[in-house]
């Protein structure tokens, strides 16, 4: 059976295809360019293309690509039809892209999932046309302060967006205070920790939202997990930490490679390292439960999940063996400094530090990351590259870091060739994100990565 739909909407779905081909033959890739022709040609677009669509939004500061993969690799694995923005497009235009690219004139009678990472500005432009099944948020700390301002006015966009869908579902982090008592009318699920790591209980100096939300006053903490997450109250006015739905009990083990933990009383796998992933893994099991995806599912598919587009990506140059793993602000990049710690071996260490407008022009936040727990790790050979080197120089030299070791590669080739010189085969890249998508392209480039997107 065909789907009837208006003339301009078949144009601009006809056309939008034809640039996407072409984008990928050209540039191997281009997400975004293809949905600002769509939507310059039919403004109303996304209503046809995400028609018949169960739609699972994933926003937030920290998490959004992860999380979105786990919650994809669950609805595939459990045998549904699903799509996914999977290049890490999310704004507006590189969603439309995905719709587009997976529309087919002819109606599918299966039930169709659409996992989509979102931008959190982006939300309200979303939810103008297209009503979620489900939003989950994931977390909300400081980010490109020149684009968001502080962590209030990215809540703000969020809840515009959410405001215009109150039939959707929430899943949202319980553990992050800022998304407590939102006074929503939707159906809200809350997922978090009853257990953590630390014996902490006193954020932070740099811990981004330290005081009540209602008046103001500092939180206190049963426990934290990491940054401002976990168990909080104010002792002020009574507001706290909402009733959870779905929760973490234990972490059994924590190894480089992942995690064992417990989570709503049964023992699961998670197959990439660290608290955030533990995070990223709660959420997407909270969300698959929320689709009625069996149990089984859930826990065959995040102990198999694989590392997605820079996140954790394990990469080989030469007989070296590469993991990328992006950072973006103090509150990421402290979970992937406390990540290195658990590999007890000695490894060597890239740093990249770009100021593009997607990283954030102000690189000052570097300043808030806690690099000193480096120095008491055991490091080989530090390379530093980038469009920022000098900065983040200078940075690791504070924090204790041997500067006369630092080896400053103005170029990719020259750092790839560092790379390929070290004595052990074990380098970590810790890259913010442009400078981690221009290193994957130069990869890509010279054949070391297959598949760029």
């Known amino acids: 059976m065909v789907c009837k739909i208006n003339i301009n909407s078949f144009f601009s779905i006809i056309i939008c295809k034809i640039v996407i081909k072409l984008s990928k033959i050209l540039f191997k890739g281009g997400s975004n360019f293809p949905g600002k022709v769509a939507l310059k040609l039919d403004k109303n677009i996304l209503k046809t293309v995400c028609n018949n669509y169960k739609i699972i939004i994933i926003t937030g500061t920290n998490g959004k690509t992860t999380t979105t993969s786990m919650i994809y690799n669950i609805l595939k694995d459990a045998k549904k039809y699903v799509i996914t923005n999977n290049t890490g497009a999310n704004m507006l235009t590189g969603i439309v892209s995905c719709f587009v690219e997976n529309y087919s004139f002819k109606k599918c009678c299966s039930t169709k999932y659409a996992v989509i990472e979102c931008d959190e500005a982006n939300i309200p432009l979303f939810t103008s046309y297209v009503i979620p099944e489900i939003i989950t948020v994931t977390n ?124 709503n009383g049964k023992e699961y796998y998670i197959n990439q390292p660290g608290t955030y992933n533990m995070y990223n893994a709660l959420c997407a099991y909270s969300v698959a439960v929320v689709c009625d995806i069996p149990i089984s599912n859930i826990y065959n598919s995040l102990k198999n999940q694989k590392s997605s587009f820079g996140r954790h990506e394990n990469i080989k140059i030469g007989d070296k063996q590469v993991k990328i793993i992006l950072v973006k602000n103090p509150a990421g990049y402290d979970q992937a400094i406390n990540t290195l710690s658990l590999d007890n071996r000695t490894f060597n260490l890239v740093v990249l530090l770009n100021d593009n407008y997607a990283d954030g022009r102000d690189v000052s936040w570097i300043w808030d990351v806690n690099f000193e727990k480096l120095s008491s790790l055991n490091i080989d050979k530090i390379m530093i590259s980038g469009i920022r080197p000098y900065d983040m120089a200078v940075r690791l030299k504070i924090a204790g870091l041997p500067d006369k070791d630092f080896i400053i590669s103005e170029t990719y080739e020259s750092l790839t060739e560092e790379i390929k010189n070290c004595k052990l085969n074990t380098v970590y890249v810790l890259a913010t994100y442009t400078a981690m998508i221009n290193f994957r392209k130069f990869l890509n480039f010279k054949g070391y990565i297959k598949k760029f997107w």
């Open 140 to 263: 909300l700390f400081r980010d490109q302060l020149d684009r968001y301002g502080e962590v209030y006015s990215t809540l703000n966009k969020i809840i515009q967006g959410i405001e215009k869908v109150p039939l959707t579902n929430l899943v949202l982090n319980g553990d992050e205070s800022l998304l407590g008592d939102l006074n929503l009318p939707n159906r809200t699920i809350y997922y978090g920790f009853n257990c953590s790591l630390t014996k902490g209980k006193k954020v932070s100096l740099n811990s981004d939202a330290k005081f009540c939300k209602k008046c103001k006053s500092p939180y206190m903490y049963n426990f934290l997990t990491y940054n401002h997450l976990g168990d909080y109250y104010c002792p002020n006015c009574g507001y706290k930490r909402p009733e959870l739905d779905y929760t973490l009990d234990e972490i059994k083990e924590q190894t480089p490679e992942g995690s064992l933990v417990i989570i």
